[in-house]
């Protein structure tokens, strides 16, 4: 493969974008694909009224809703860098998906509204990245609104999620008196407003404006150099380990929807941000520019075409090279399989892929052979990558089908909507009713919607609320000890699944029937 193949490798940047909903995650998505070329005009999320809808969502919920509910894959070429964005769904029942995004990326960008500063959101998908150890970039959004004090943010930032932060740049002012940023990385200042040829201002060795300029007639102008001053001396020390390791996050700070301080994002954020990196599995690390391919599924997704019905397994390579048409191994089922219908993203088009290397997204159509969490793998080492975190339900709803005549496809949509992982199902053992169990409501939402357009099954709903699961660890259990209080039911891999009504309920049930063990899968990844 040789030095291609290692330059192909390392110019790759794959990573996600976390926020908290209406942070702007679709707005900066848009810019930085605008920068890229791979779409000629950013349809903004502010022309949603128009019937316009943002590149990046695809889904008809999405467009009655107006938020992202599935993560779909960008790429596109900045310079010498092949860059892959993976959009996270930012609406807070989507989490499980989510999560199993930032598996995929070697690194993230997290948004945060200058007004509202850090939300529940945001904090629960930077708790991922920290525990996978992966570098974070901040991209501070809406300086063109009035908004905290940036010195607060900072604040905020490292009490909050208890990580240090280095400011790349500072904004001068905000709001309606937001004049534009000073860059401290490239010793600059660059204007809001004004001429592109004036959009940059050098400074000097001292980090000062030379003689005279509009810019310096302002207060804010001084009250930035003082700001400034403080930064250099009582702020953290830029550490480019400390960025790599996950412990110190660059900031940016600028405007998406007027695509202000986008491109200066984008440039240092590719300097600084990490190739594919190395993969645990059950053989050790899997170095991402050894010559065996190998890849894991982190997403199914179905009907991506609704003319189509076609189902799409999206796999993260993790070492060599994909070339369509080759063969490779499913240690889970100890087959080969030919990798023949493979495609890749580019904001609303498809096209099919020949090649890929390590660190790309590849999308391979699936009859249904595929699984989350899957390995595919060549060579003669039949290894599995790290378990990706599997999620404990906390709603659950009883699902049936509303018309007796349409049972085929009631249960053809389940069996793909549950494969994708969107949603978990379970049986209850005596009288084996079909039961729903997800992380958020909207994921119930979201399944009944796509069952009656998609699988043309219109679906009864009756709501259980919330229970505490817990799997058993025995194969065998006394199905007698199901009740209201405590369903015994069986989850889609004929695991037994105790459904308390509430921690009572489960802590009564751990007293009386103390042999039967009981046990959470989430502490397992924890």
Known sequence: ?????????????TFAIISHPDAGKTTLTEKLLLFGGAI????TVKAKKTGKFATSDWMEIEKQ???????????????DFQVNILDTPGHQDFSEDTYRTLMAVDSAVMIIDSAKGIEDQTIKLFKVCRMRGIPIFTFINKLDRQGKPPLELLAELEEVLGIESYPMNWPIGMGKEFLGIYDRYYNRIEQFRGKEEERF?????????EGEHSLKTSGLYEQTLEEIMLLNEAGNEFSREKVAEGKLTPVFFGSALTAFGVQTFLETYLQFAPSPKARNSSIGEIDPLSEEFSGFVFKIQANMNPAHRDRI???????????????VSLPRLEKQIKLSQSTSFMAEERNTVDEAVSGDII????????????TLTTGKNNFHFEKLPQFTPELFVRVSAKNVMKQKSFYKGIQQLV???????????????????????????VFEHRMKNEYNAEVLMERLGSKIARWIEADEVDENLSSSRSLLVKDRFDHYVFLFENDFALRWFQDKNPNVK???PMDQHD
């Open 40 to 43: 000629r005009d950013a349809g």
């Open 518 to 520: 009981l046990y959470n």
């Open 1 to 13: 493969m040789g030095n291609d193949f290692k330059k192909k490798v390392l110019s790759r940047r």
């Open 313 to 327: 397994a999206f796999v993260r390579i993790c070492s060599g090279k994909f070339e369509r048409g080759m063969m």
């Open 201 to 209: 201002i050098p400074l000097n060795d001292d980090g000062e404006v």
């Open 363 to 374: 999308g391979l159509y699936d009859t249904g052979t595929y699984q989350i969490g899957d």
């Open 65 to 79: 809703r107006g938020i992202s509910v599935t993560s779909s894959v960008m790429q596109f070429e900045y310079h």
């Open 419 to 445: 494969q994708e992982g969107a949603i978990q199902l379970y049986k209850t053992v005596k009288t084996e009713d079909y039961l729903l169990g997800a992380v958020g409501q909207l994921q119930f939402e």
